[in-house]
Structure formats: structure tokens, C-alpha cells
């Protein structure tokens, strides 16, 4: 397998293994844990903080890639990431012993691909509706399938264990479970479409929310039966850039999906009334909560208004994104005292607009998140930055600034 990486990027890649392994083995990242495990253990001590850059990879990924062959670039680009929040940004990113990967999975929702035309700068895109009448064209969503190819998870673990497997063994870890149906529906449908389907041809829409849901479960059950299911503890990813931390699954050994992780959100119906959300949404979602052991939700949606009647039912709800969107105070009223993680994603303009970074401005408005988080169960992220415009001492500061502020205005 080493035959496809050549002497110079094989040495460039051990050099960053045997990184991550020193910086996995302090005592700095020791500490990073507890607070991970206080999280996961219902222990309100010391919030963790992150800058994500899943939005500006080019500044921090790829602009620090130096392997020349594909291959060696495609891994070398995985250990960067992994090393991003600790090396750059001294944030609280845990980090593994290990080089993980996750199984090679094609998941298809729908018997159609969406027609999206990207924008040339920045993340924008614009949908070309495949469907355009709901009620005329639904046969044309069926056909969805998934495929999980074992020989491709298990070349690329035998690459990277040739590489370095001496200094961090391959390990294969299991995302959380999604679910998600709104998302890509609207991805073929367009918004309008999609909001009009509603009063036009609910029927219908039933229909295919019930034929997207019924996939997934076909694809849990597939899990279950071919063994293909892995514990979901301590640093192993959930969706919208998370950490399975958690003391109630298994850590040994996973049979059912109820034993692992999973992951919903309709950022999509978030203008929809919550009763709507509750014809049209909730039911099938919560076929699928039933089918997971422990639930994170949300995306930018807002949560605050379908809380109430909806979020609140799922007694295994452990983390819930709080966006700028929603009623921050309000989402900490319902949260406060709870065993349900309050997963903040402040407003990401005061790091990514232009200019010196207004510390004063980004102080109060930290002040209200904090404040309004007091009593919950904290995890900050920062999300849906564009840009920190190359500036790693930034992004730095900004975790700095983050961190002084919880310890001025966050009470357990």
C-alpha cells in the first residue's frame, strides 16, 4: 500500500502523526478531558470552548498542505484538521491516540439528484427545483438505497496503517446516526415548493416523509444485523461537529442503534408555526428518536418555539444547538438544571468581520450568551465562520476572549 506515497510525504505524515500523539498524551489534553467527562457526567465545572473552521478550510487546511501525491494529501488533510483547534487556536478540541476513521457509506434519501448551482465565493448556492409539483412527480423521489463498502474502509485503514500505525493506530470509530429529511427534500423541491406542498398536497408530503423516514430505518435495521455498529463514547464524532461523550452507552460493545449516538434537525421548517412543525416534521423524527440511545438536535433552526410541545418529549435528548436565532435567555430557561447540554453557537460576526476585532462589542454579547447559559450544561462552538482572513492569532484570541467571559459571567 505504501507504494502510493512516496519517501518525502510518508515522513511528512509520520511528523504529524507522532504531533497529534504528543499533543493527545499531555497533561494539557488530560485536562481538555475533564472537561469533556464533567459534560458527559451532568457535572456543571468548566465549559469547553471551539472555534470551528469547516467554513474556512482553505485558511487553515489546505493552505498548510505540503505532500504532493493524492493519497498523501487526502491524509495529510485529516490529521491537519484534527490538529487545527489545539495547534492554532488552543481551544478545547480533544484529541485521540489514534487516526480514525469511519466505514466508507453511500446513503441515497431519494431517487434523484438536486441541481444546485454554487456560488464562486463563499458558501452560497442556489437550488434548480427537480421537483417543482409535489403532488404530480412524488414517484419520481422513490428509489433511494445505501451501500456500506467494506473493502474501501478497509484499504484506506491498511494505508494509513503502513504510514504510521506504529505511532497512532487506526481506529474505527461510527458517526452519529442522522436522520436527516427536510434538508434534502428541500435540496430537490426549493423552499417555496416545499413550503406551498404543505397546504397544496399534505397527503403527499406525508407520503414521502414517511417513505424517507421508513430508509432510514431499513438502514438501522441493515446496522444491526451485519454488525456494523460501534460504540459512540468520548472522542468520537456526532454531527454538527461534537463529541460522543456520555456516561449512560456502552462503551464496549454496540448491538443495537439504541446503544449509539444519533442526530436530527429541520433548519428547514424553522418559519413554519410549531404546530405545522408538529404535523409535518415531529412524527417522523420521532420514529427515528426511538431508534437512537442518546439524541443531539438542531442545527441554525430555532428550537425555542418547538420546545414546549415537541423537543421536550424525547427523554433522551442530551444536546441541543442554540443558534443566534433563537430566545438564548428562554432556551436556558428550559434547559437550566437539566442533564441536556446547551450546545451554543454564537453570531460569528464578530470574529469574521473585517477590520481589527471589536473586543469590547464581542465582551457584551458573550455577557448575554453566558449569562443566559448560567445553570445549563455549556458547550461552545463556534460555527459558520467564513473567514478569520488567514489570521491564526484571531481565532486565537477570540477562544481567549470566549474563555474570559465564561469565567466572568457564567455561574453553574
Same mark, same amino acid.
Given at each position: ?173 461510527? +458517526? ?97 408555526? +410549531? ?32 420546545? +414546549? ?104
Amino acid at each position: 500500500m505504501t507504494r502510493l506515497i512516496d519517501e518525502k510525504d510518508r515522513q511528512r505524515l509520520r511528523s504529524l502523526a507522532g504531533k497529534q500523539l504528543d499533543y493527545a498524551c499531555s497533561q494539557k489534553n488530560e485536562r481538555i478531558l475533564e472537561k469533556w467527562r464533567a459534560l458527559a457526567e451532568g457535572r456543571r465545572e468548566d465549559p469547553t470552548v471551539r472555534l470551528l473552521f469547516s467554513n474556512f478550510t482553505d485558511e487553515v487546511v489546505y493552505s498548510r498542505l505540503k505532500c504532493t501525491g493524492k493519497e498523501a494529501r487526502a491524509i495529510e488533510a485529516r490529521l491537519i484538521s484534527t490538529l487545527v483547534g489545539r495547534e492554532l487556536f488552543d481551544d478545547d478540541t480533544p484529541l485521540s491516540p489514534t487516526y480514525d476513521i469511519s466505514r466508507s457509506v453511500r446513503f441515497r434519501l431519494f431517487g434523484l439528484q438536486p441541481r444546485l448551482t454554487r456560488s464562486q465565493t463563499g458558501k452560497g448556492f442556489h437550488i434548480e427545483p427537480v421537483i417543482t409539483d409535489l403532488a404530480e412527480q412524488a414517484d419520481r423521489l422513490r428509489g433511494g438505497s445505501f451501500e456500506v463498502d467494506e473493502e474501501d474502509t478497509r484499504k484506506r485503514a491498511e494505508l494509513a496503517d503502513s504510514l504510521f500505525g506504529d505511532l497512532l493506530p487506526v481506529r474505527l470509530v461510527l +458517526p452519529s446516526l442522522t436522520g436527516a429529511i427536510t434538508n434534502p427534500l428541500v435540496h430537490l423541491m426549493g423552499m417555496e415548493n416545499y413550503y406551498i406542498s404543505m397546504y397544496d398536497c399534505p397527503d403527499t408530503l406525508h407520503e414521502v416523509m414517511d417513505m424517507a423516514t421508513s430508509l432510514y430505518e431499513r438502514y438501522y435495521d441493515y446496522l444491526e444485523e451485519h454488525a456494523l455498529l460501534l460504540p459512540t463514547c468520548g472522542i468520537s464524532p456526532v454531527a454538527q461537529e461534537s463529541f460522543a461523550f456520555n456516561s449512560e452507552l456502552p462503551v464496549d460493545k454496540a448491538e443495537k442503534t439504541t446503544d449509539v449516538w444519533g442526530f436530527l434537525e429541520s433548519q428547514e421548517t424553522t418559519a413554519v408555526a +410549531p404546530a405545522t412543525f408538529g404535523e409535518f416534521v415531529f412524527p417522523y423524527q420521532d420514529r427515528l428518536v426511538r431508534r437512537y440511545g442518546l439524541l443531539s438536535y438542531g442545527c441554525c433552526e430555532r428550537v425555542d418555539a418547538i420546545w +414546549p410541545d415537541y423537543l421536550s418529549r424525547w427523554k433522551n435528548l442530551r444536546k441541543l444547538s442554540v443558534s443566534p436565532f433563537n430566545d438564548e435567555a428562554l432556551v436556558g430557561e428550559y434547559l437550566r438544571g437539566s442533564n441536556v447540554v446547551y450546545y451554543s453557537k454564537p453570531r460569528a460576526e464578530y470574529v469574521t468581520a473585517p477590520g481589527p476585532m471589536d473586543e469590547q462589542a464581542l465582551r457584551k454579547y458573550f455577557k448575554g450568551v453566558f449569562e443566559a447559559s448560567s445553570g445549563c450544561l455549556l458547550e461552545v462552538a463556534q460555527r459558520e465562520v467564513g473567514t478569520i482572513y488567514g489570521d491564526y492569532e484571531r481565532g486565537r484570541r477570540y477562544v481567549e476572549i470566549a474563555k474570559e467571559c465564561i469565567a466572568e459571567y457564567w455561574k453553574p
